[in-house]
């Protein structure tokens, strides 16, 4: 069984920055690809980032390249995402999703049918 447990989201002003950490229960963390998606209700989930397993690649949606950051800490089973000079269009629920894989190590994953694990999202309110 794979849990995955989000936290860090909260209020914040333009411009500021927050970090989202997820905590990752699994046997094996090394063999987990990692996924940082947000929604807002009413439209589709967005791909925001990806770490392979291992960490040794990873990759952005176009939009938060500069200012979101992922990293993942396998000694802590924990990925992060670092967001960096957030606007209002960053308000959603985040969420990170895990998927098990032997894979290539440089292999990531960027759509949300290809994680079979998420947490419970966090959300995240930019006020103007």
């Known amino acids: 069984q794979v849990q995955l447990v989000e936290s860090g989201g909260g209020v914040v002003q333009v411009g500021d920055s927050l970090k989202l950490s997820c905590v990752v229960s699994v046997r094996t963390f090394s063999s987990v690809a990692l996924g940082w998606f947000r929604h807002v209700p009413g439209k589709d989930r967005e791909f925001l980032g990806a770490a392979s397993r291992g960490g040794l690649k990873t990759t952005y949606a176009d939009f938060v390249k500069g200012r979101f950051t992922l990293s993942r800490d396998d000694n802590k089973n924990t990925v992060f995402l670092q967001m960096d000079n957030l606007t209002p269009e960053d308000t959603a629920i985040y969420s990170c999703?895990?998927?098990?894989?032997?894979?290539?190590?440089?292999?990531?994953?960027?759509?949300?049918?290809?994680?079979?694990?998420w947490g419970q999202g966090t959300q995240v309110t930019v006020s103007s």
């Open positions: 999703a895990a998927r098990i894989t032997s894979t290539s190590p440089l292999r990531v994953y960027t759509s949300a049918g290809d994680y079979s694990y």
